[in-house]
Structure formats: structure tokens, C-alpha cells
């Protein structure tokens, strides 16, 4: 059985001259409930890996440079 | 696929809001047990009250409201089926634990003279207690759990508990999402606090985690309750709450309600006299939306403009504070517009409706050495308040449980069954992703469960989900992550079989909305006046029986019995 990849709208913002996961932050790695974010190992910085946020906010309120903008997934809009 | 072994005094499973407040004062009551909190998620973040609440919906304080009014309100609201000493175990502790809370640095409602602002939001009596300052809730909770040496283990997903001699609880077994270890943890008495089954319906917008529960509340206690031979209660009592359409946060009746806002149908006219969360409430609000005066509407645009501030600073910072954001993306401004309502997809939660772990007034489940606490169990209308209070209930009783006893013995067995079928999403070369299976599923549940309930549309869900059920046998995972998410659909589709049977089972109708079914309309009190339970039989099949309901400590009179049967407006009240 083989299967498609899906295409979904990255609804997580992360600002790439703020992060500084490069300096071995994980705050919003750690607290997201439903942990779709992850350490980008090509360049460093954090990204949204599944489509299943809750848009409930921890990760943009808990990290320490403001680099994280959550938007309502797209098919709420 | 490495096994790691642990072992506790006290586990305690899911650590949102009840099982914080389980494993704190089961160490309080002993300091010498091993108390272990596991989730997960991140205890830090984790639960409903991450981001903080908006009120507490159930506080009984002293001047405002007793005991006994709260019991006979819930009574009434739940339509008689309740086990009033549940309820009233709540409601005796509510005070103190408000109290202990304020203590500990929660932030309520004061007025003027440092007394709490309790609201009248519930059609009888005043219970509302607003928190425009409660986001802080987990973070003061969690540093509670420091200071009194609570052990946490963050992302472990419990995926069933171990049985040991005698039926007694022997443990549990978890799945590490990060690491995808094999986790066996035995224990002397263990509390599940894993919220309610909030990814049982599919929200409208097609969106999988677009659930009003948060959704690591998947309904794997309610899974795990029952395969450890657990009775559990009232599932045909389905959770539906009125939402902001295409958001998951309430309207919301708690915070505007004392404010003056209400709900109105597209005409302008008010149609429910109490915005209360009640099935009766919902029936109301359904029949407005499907009847032909719908959409519902939220109306808060004759407020002044400084009381919609106050409104939004609340509404837009605490418990779902991307609410503003979604406004602003509609451009809705709640000072010049109606903000448009709908309903949310069903789930299973004791807390806001009462369909959960049967418990009793001691939070005992009818496993020995199992307890069950917050939305998972039974105790109808419980909310945050409610689960913090069964938590302590079920944390002290635990420690009174396991004194002088060791660990109960097991069989072996029951590890090896569980890891074959853990991990044999990622063993397998290829097959389905588990969130397509999921999709499937939940779009099932909407299709054949969401009442009004038609017996035979229950009985295609039924066929339907048995073959998603040998679907589940060719599910793919490539990574730990995809994993859990595996496993989830296995609790789904638990919770959707034994919603269904509950709900085919209980041949009238209760509960307005939660239990409409069109052949059997009303409530047959002679022949339904019971709890439905199901249990795993000894065939390894879901069994449905009665369970009777506990004589009344406060009896509830004729006259009072039906008011929540008489929330309508008789005439459109125009405003
Ligand atoms: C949007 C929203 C608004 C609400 N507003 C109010 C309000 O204003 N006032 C009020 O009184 N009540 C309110 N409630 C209800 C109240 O929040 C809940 O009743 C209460 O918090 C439930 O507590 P709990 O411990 O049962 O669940 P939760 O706090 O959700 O905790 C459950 C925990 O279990 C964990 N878990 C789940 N499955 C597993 C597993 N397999 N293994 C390990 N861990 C697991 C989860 O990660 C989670 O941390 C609201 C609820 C929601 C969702
Ligand atoms: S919390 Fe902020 S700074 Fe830290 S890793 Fe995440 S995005 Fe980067
Ligand atoms: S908004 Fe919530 S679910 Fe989404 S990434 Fe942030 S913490 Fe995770």
C-alpha cells in the first residue's frame, strides 16, 4: 500500500532572526500538548511538523524571544 | 523498542487538572509514598487549564449557595440521574478548596470588600465564580507539585493498565512518544485522570484537532477503564456544547451572561431563559438552528463599550485566548456584531455532561485499587472545580487504600500482548496513516451517532465501525509521534462502539439534546429512572445493564423537578 504526502498550511509563524534553538532553547518543543514542533536540523531553527495544532498558545507565551505567531489553521478561518 | 521499568506507591495518570491535585495530596497525606504523576503531554502545559479558565462553573460558597442547593440544581439539571452522594462529596469540599487555591495564589473574582463575586449564570441558584485573572492556574498548580516532591514523567502515553490477582489494578503500561520506549509501571493504587473522550465527533470544519476538548483527551481512560474490567456510566449521555462557529471556544454564557449578553436566533428574539450548559438547553438551541430560525447568535452589541472591553479581556486572554485572533480574521467586532454560533461535535465527559468511569462518593471505580477523577469520571457537571476535588478525594483515599498492602501480582502475559499490539503500526512495512483511519472514523461517529439518535442509523455506525475495526490491523506508523496517534484511534473507536451500544440500549429519551431519540420521544421514568453501565463481559463484548439509583439525600420535589424542562420562552421574548 502506498501512500500520498499531504500538502497543509504551516499555521505555527516561527520568526527565524529570533529563535534561538541554536543556543539549545526547547521551551515550545517541550510544552506543546500535542507536540508538533520539532528542531529543524538543517538550519537550526524550530518548525511545525503536523497539521494537528489546538491553537491554545503555550508555545508563543512561553518563549523567551516572542519568536512564535500562532494562526487559526487555516480551515477555520 | 527498548522496555523501561518503573514503580510507584501511587501512579497517577493524566496530569491536567485532576491529577496534579491527586498526587499533591496523596503526598501530602503520606510524604513517604512514591507518588508518580505521568502525562502525555507536558505537565507544565498540559490539560484544559493551560492557558487558564474563565470561571469557576460550580463554586458553592457560604452566603451565595449550600450544599444541598448545588446537589439538588445538578440533580435536577442532569434529570434525576445522579448519585446524589457523588455530588454532594463535591460540593461539601468546594468551599475549602477555592479557599486552598486563593491560598496557593489562583486569582478570583473579589468585590469591594474582598468577598468572592459569585454570578448567577445556572437557571436556579448563583454559582459562578469568575477568574478574569485565571491564567496562572497550571503554573501555580505545578509549582504545588514541586514542592511537595511529586515525581513527573512527561510525554508517556498510557495505552492500557495491568490487571493483577483478584482483579485488583497492578499498574500500567505507556508508550514513550519521543523516545518510543515500552514503559511497565507497576503500582500499588492508580488514578486515571485522563479528561474526557473529546476526539470522538469530527468538528464541522473537517478539522481533526479543532475539538472543544483539548485533544490529547482522546478517550484512552475511558478505553483503559473499561479492557481493566471497569464499569462505566452513562455514555449514551453524549457531551454537545454550544460553540462559536468554526471556533472551539464557548460563546460564552459564563463570562457574558453576568455582563448581560445572551443568545438570540436570527430574528432577534432571545429563545432560552438560562444559557446554563444543559442537554435541555441544547435541545432548545438545536431545535432554533435546525427549526428554521437559526443561525444562533451571541448578542453583545448593546453593551457599552467599556463592559465588551471587559468582556474581551477575559474572553480573549484566558482559557482559549486565540478567540481574538478568529474575530479579527472575520472581522468581528462583538460591539457592532452578532457573533455566530453553532454546535459542537459529541464527545464523552462526566465533567460538562456525566458520561464517564463509574465512581463513587470516594472516587473509587469498581476496580479495586482504581480510581477515577475529573472529566473522565461519572460525576455529572463536575468542571474544573469538580476535578480538583476528585482529585483529592481520589489521592487521600488512595493512600488509605494501598496502607499495608504491596504490590499485586500479575501476569506476565498481559506485557507481551500489549507490546505486540503497540508496536505493530511501526513493525509493519506499509498501510493506512493512522490520521486518514481517524478521519474515517470520526466522520462515522457525526454520520450515525449525533442525535437526534435513529436506531437504525446506530446499528449501520455499528457495522461501520466494526470494520474500521479490522482496518485497525493494517495501520502504519513510521515514528514514535504517528504512534500514539495509532493508538488514539484505538480509544476512538472503543468510545464510538460503546456510545453506541449505551445509547441503543436506553430505549427512551433524557438528557434533552444528549439523549434525543425520535422513536422513544420523552422520559419514561417507570421503566428508565437508572444509570445505563457497560462493562466488558467475559466474551470480551461490551454488556449494557441498569444500575439503580442511589436513594436521594435531598429529596427533589414534583414542582421542582421538571424546571429545566421549562427553559423556552413561551412567547419570543423581542428585545
Ligand atoms: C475550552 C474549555 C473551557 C472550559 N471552561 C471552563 C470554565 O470556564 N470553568 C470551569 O469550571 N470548567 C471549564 N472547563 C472544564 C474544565 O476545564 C474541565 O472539566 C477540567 O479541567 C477537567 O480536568 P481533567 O483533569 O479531567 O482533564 P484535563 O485537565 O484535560 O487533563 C487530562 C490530562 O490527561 C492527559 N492524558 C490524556 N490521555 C493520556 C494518556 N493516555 N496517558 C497519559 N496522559 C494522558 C492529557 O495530556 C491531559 O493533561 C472548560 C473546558 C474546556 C475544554
Ligand atoms: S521557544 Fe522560541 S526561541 Fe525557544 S526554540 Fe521555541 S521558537 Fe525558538
Ligand atoms: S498553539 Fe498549542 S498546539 Fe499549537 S503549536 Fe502552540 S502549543 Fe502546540
Request: proline letters at 8%; glycine letters at 14%.
Given at each position: 500500500m502506498s501512500v500520498l504526502v499531504n500538502q497543509n498550511v504551516v499555521s505555527?509563524?516561527?520568526?527565524h532572526d529570533k529563535?534561538?534553538?541554536?543556543?539549545?532553547?526547547r521551551v515550545c518543543i517541550d510544552v506543546c500538548p500535542t507536540d508538533i514542533l520539532a528542531l529543524?536540523?538543517?538550519?537550526?531553527k524550530v518548525k511545525m511538523?503536523?497539521?494537528?495544532?489546538?491553537?491554545?498558545?503555550p508555545c508563543e507565551h512561553d518563549c523567551p524571544t516572542k519568536a512564535i505567531h500562532v494562526e487559526i489553521p487555516y480551515l477555520l478561518r | 523498542m527498548e522496555t523501561r521499568h518503573l514503580e510507584a506507591d501511587v501512579l497517577v495518570i493524566g496530569?491536567?487538572?485532576a491529577g496534579p491535585i491527586a498526587a499533591i495530596k496523596a503526598k501530602a497525606k503520606n510524604p513517604q509514598l512514591k507518588v508518580l504523576l505521568l502525562d502525555k503531554a507536558n505537565v507544565k502545559r498540559a490539560g484544559a487549564i493551560a492557558e487558564g479558565m474563565?470561571?469557576?462553573?460550580?463554586a458553592i460558597v457560604p452566603g451565595f449557595a449550600t450544599p444541598e442547593q448545588y446537589v439538588k440544581e445538578i440533580t435536577i439539571a442532569n434529570d434525576g440521574i445522579v448519585n446524589q452522594a457523588a455530588i454532594n462529596a463535591y460540593a461539601v469540599r468546594s468551599y475549602a478548596m477555592i479557599r486552598e487555591l486563593d491560598e496557593w495564589g489562583v486569582k478570583f473574582e473579589k468585590d469591594e470588600t474582598g468577598d468572592y463575586a459569585v454570578k448567577k449564570v445556572h437557571h436556579l441558584g448563583a454559582y459562578v465564580l469568575p477568574?478574569?485573572?485565571?491564567?496562572?492556574v497550571k503554573k501555580v498548580i505545578f509549582r504545588q507539585l514541586r514542592k511537595h516532591g511529586v515525581q513527573v514523567s512527561n510525554r508517556l502515553v498510557t495505552t492500557r493498565l495491568l490487571v493483577g490477582e483478584g482483579g485488583r489494578v497492578a499498574g500500567a503500561m505507556a508508550l514513550d512518544?519521543?523516545?518510543?520506549e515500552f514503559v511497565v509501571i507497576r503500582a500499588k493504587a492508580v488514578v486515571l485522570c485522563?479528561?474526557?473522550?473529546?476526539?470522538?465527533g469530527l468538528p464541522s470544519s473537517g478539522y481533526?484537532?479543532?475539538?472543544?476538548?483539548?485533544?490529547?483527551?482522546?478517550?484512552d481512560g475511558y478505553s483503559m477503564a473499561y479492557h481493566a474490567g471497569a464499569e462505566l456510566s452513562g455514555l449514551e449521555c453524549f457531551q454537545i456544547n454550544p460553540l462559536i462557529k468554526d471556533y472551539n471556544?464557548?460563546?460564552c454564557a459564563y463570562v457574558t451572561g453576568p455582563f448581560g449578553g445572551y443568545t438570540v436566533n436570527a430574528k432577534g428574539e432571545r429563545f432560552i431563559?438560562?444559557?446554563?450548559?444543559?442537554g435541555q438547553m441544547m435541545l432548545e438551541f438545536w431545535r432554533e438552528l435546525e427549526g428554521g430560525?437559526?443561525?444562533?447568535f451571541l448578542k453583545l452589541?448593546?453593551?457599552a463599550d467599556e463592559t465588551v472591553t471587559r468582556i474581551e479581556n477575559v474572553l480573549h486572554i484566558?482559557?482559549?485566548?486565540t478567540r481574538g485572533r478568529f474575530h479579527e480574521g472575520r472581522g468581528t467586532d462583538y460591539r457592532s456584531d452578532l457573533v455566530e454560533m453553532h454546535i459542537s461535535e459529541i464527545g464523552l465527559c462526566g465533567g460538562h455532561s456525566a458520561s464517564g468511569v463509574w465512581v463513587d462518593e470516594h472516587a473509587r471505580?469498581?476496580?479495586?485499587?482504581l480510581y477515577a477523577a475529573g472529566d473522565?469520571?461519572?460525576?455529572?457537571?463536575?468542571y474544573m472545580l469538580g476535578a480538583m476535588v476528585y482529585g483529592q478525594i481520589a489521592g487521600e483515599d488512595a493512600v488509605d487504600f494501598i496502607a499495608g498492602k504491596d504490590f499485586a501480582g500479575f501476569d506476565e502475559d498481559q506485557v507481551a500482548l500489549e507490546r505486540q499490539r503497540v508496536f505493530a503500526p511501526l513493525l509493519r512495512a506499509d498501510g493506512l496513516p493512522p490520521t486518514q483511519v481517524e478521519y474515517k472514523l470520526r466522520r462515522m461517529v457525526n454520520d450515525?451517532?449525533?442525535?437526534?439518535?435513529?436506531t437504525r442509523k446506530m446499528e449501520i455506525g455499528l457495522q461501520r465501525f466494526a470494520e474500521i475495526r479490522a482496518d485497525l490491523a493494517q495501520l502504519k506508523a513510521n515514528n514514535p509521534h504517528e504512534l500514539m496517534r495509532a493508538m488514539e484511534v484505538y480509544a476512538i473507536l472503543d468510545c464510538a462502539e460503546l456510545a453506541a451500544q449505551a445509547s441503543l440500549y436506553r430505549t427512551e429519551s433524557r438528557w434533552g439534546l444528549y439523549h434525543y431519540r425520535v422513536e422513544y420521544e420523552g422520559r419514561n421514568d417507570a421503566e428508565w429512572f437508572a444509570f445505563v453501565q457497560v462493562k466488558k463481559g467475559a466474551d470480551g463484548r461490551p454488556h449494557c445493564f441498569k444500575r439503580a439509583v442511589p436513594a436521594y439525600l435531598y429529596p427533589i420535589d414534583a414542582s421542582e423537578r421538571d424546571a429545566y424542562d421549562r427553559l423556552r420562552f413561551e412567547e419570543p421574548a423581542t428585545v
Open positions: 505555527v509563524i516561527v520568526d529563535c534561538i534553538a541554536g543556543k539549545g532553547c529543524d536540523q538543517e538550519d537550526g511538523v503536523y497539521d494537528e495544532c489546538w491553537y491554545c498558545l | 496530569g491536567g487538572t474563565d470561571s469557576v462553573n460550580n477568574m478574569p485573572e485565571g491564567y496562572d512518544s519521543r523516545s518510543g485522563t479528561g474526557a473522550a473529546g476526539r470522538l481533526l484537532f479543532g475539538t472543544y476538548e483539548n485533544p490529547t483527551n482522546a478517550g471556544g464557548p460563546a431563559k438560562s444559557d446554563y450548559w444543559s430560525n437559526g443561525p444562533v452589541d448593546h453593551l484566558t482559557e482559549r485566548p471505580t469498581t476496580v479495586p485499587g473522565l469520571c461519572n460525576v455529572a457537571h463536575n450515525y451517532l449525533q442525535p437526534p439518535k435513529v
